[in-house]
């Protein structure tokens, strides 16, 4: 029987990547997203075994959306976390929703979507990834919210490794730079005080490669899920494996 991925935010600019490569590598695809509409987009351009809209920042529907995936595909041999939100601007001035909302989509339902997981996961000796960050990895100035949410993430998943490791169950974090998608026109339009290409701007100038610095494609970081659940990447785990253009690699 051909195997099963489970994938958060798949309505997302990553998600939806990720779902294709899948589809296209003959997997078949569990879809999940808080955005109705988009999950149903996702369905017109691929065949998905399972689409649910659900809010996973609530720790039963995680176990729901588990319960849904085993009822209609029979097993589970990948969950990719790839649902996020982004929020910024100064500690003071974050609210107590912002806090709740970030930490709650970007960590809470990734913690007790992988908690649902390790049943299935356990009988197919699967693998997690969970969507990091740069900035899990090091700090962003102005995004300490975000940053704190991805660098729990990532040890997370590095913990996870650990505690799976005897069941042949891997873990890893991917943690992208700046990819093209809603989430980064998202940014630009709310936090570019009006002038979102100028966000863009400074966002491309830190990059190691200078006038050539772009932003990544989506397909690219779905590529390297795609490997790590692959046989053939089998010794890792309990990685966080950036993806960024040297972004992370220092100052
Ligand atoms: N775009 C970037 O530059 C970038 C960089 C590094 C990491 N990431 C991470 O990559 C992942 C994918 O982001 P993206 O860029 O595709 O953004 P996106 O906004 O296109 O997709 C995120 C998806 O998460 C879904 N989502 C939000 N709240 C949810 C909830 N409560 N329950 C279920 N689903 C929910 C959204 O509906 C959306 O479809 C996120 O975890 C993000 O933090 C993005």
Redesign the pocket.
């Known amino acids: 029987m051909q195997p099963v991925v489970l994938i958060?935010?798949a309505?997302?600019?990553?998600?939806s990547a990720v779902a294709r490569r899948f589809a296209n590598g003959g997997w078949r695809v569990a879809a999940?997203?808080?955005?109705a509409a988009?999950l149903q987009a996702l369905g017109l351009q691929l065949p998905l075994a399972a689409s649910l809209a659900?809010?996973?920042?609530h720790a039963t529907n995680c176990q729901t959306l588990l319960d849904e995936v085993l009822a209609r595909c029979g097993r589970l041999d990948a969950l990719v976390n790839?649902?996020?939100?982004?929020r910024e601007g100064p500690v003071e001035a974050c609210s107590e929703a912002d806090f709740d909302l970030v930490l709650?989509?970007?960590l809470k339902?990734a913690f007790f979507t992988c908690a649902a997981a390790i049943a299935p996961l356990r009988v197919s000796r699967g693998t997690i990834i969970n969507?990091?960050?740069?900035?899990g990895h090091q700090g962003n100035r102005n995004a300490a919210l975000y940053c704190a949410s991805?660098g729990a993430l990532t040890l997370l998943s590095k913990t996870l490794a650990l505690d799976l490791a005897a069941d042949g169950i891997r873990v890893n974090a991917v943690s992208?730079?700046?990819?093209a998608?809603?989430?980064?026109d998202?940014q630009a339009e709310r936090y570019g005080g009006g002038d979102p290409q100028g966000y863009k701007r400074d966002l491309l100038s830190l990059y190691p490669q200078g006038r050539a610095a772009r932003f990544i494609r989506?397909e690219e970081v779905a590529e390297l899920v795609w490997f790590l659940c692959q046989p053939y990447a089998e010794a890792i785990t309990g990685a966080n494996l950036a993806i960024d253009f040297g972004l992370s690699a220092g100052k």
Do not use: C, H, Q, R
């Open positions: 958060t935010g309505a997302g600019g990553l998600g999940t997203d808080l955005n988009g659900l809010d996973l920042g790839a649902a996020g939100v982004w709650n989509v970007n339902a969507i990091a960050s740069d900035a991805k992208p730079g700046d990819i998608t809603p989430m980064l998202f989506p």
